[in-house]
């Protein structure tokens, strides 16, 4: 069963950085795809990055430059470091793994085909 922990929300002033973490557990990442999404209420979840296993990555346009995601294999653990925060990065971050071989550009575009998520972690950027 794919389990997906996200940690390391919290809340910070514009400009400043952030590190989040996914514990993921339940399968093998050499077939999968992960990523972060995020959502604010009232809107779609989004993508934000997403990594193939072969390490290829995609990134929001909102957040190319900023944010990077990366995965330890060893640790079974996802990344997002995020730097030059915005207030509009607000958000609950979600972390998230499909299976096969879409391609890290169609996973991030395709929030309604992700099938496992993790519980969220909220992030907010405010002065």
């Known amino acids: 069963q794919v389990r997906l922990v996200e940690s390391g929300g919290g809340s910070t002033q514009p400009g400043g950085s952030l590190r989040l973490s996914c514990a993921a557990s339940g399968f093998t990442h050499s077939s999968y795809c992960m990523g972060w999404f995020r959502q604010v209420p009232g809107k779609e979840r989004e993508g934000v990055a997403t990594i193939d296993s072969d390490g290829s990555t995609s990134y929001a346009d909102s957040v190319k430059g900023r944010f990077t995601i990366s995965q330890d294999n060893d640790k079974n653990t996802l990344y997002l470091q995020m730097n030059s925060l915005k207030p509009e990065d607000t958000a609950m971050f979600y972390c998230?793994?499909?299976?096969?071989?879409?391609?890290?550009?169609?996973?991030?575009?395709?929030?309604?085909?992700?099938?496992?998520w993790g519980q969220g972690t909220q992030v907010t950027v405010s002065s």
């Open positions: 998230a793994a499909e299976r096969g071989l879409l391609g890290s550009d169609f996973v991030l575009s395709s929030p309604s085909i992700v099938s496992n």
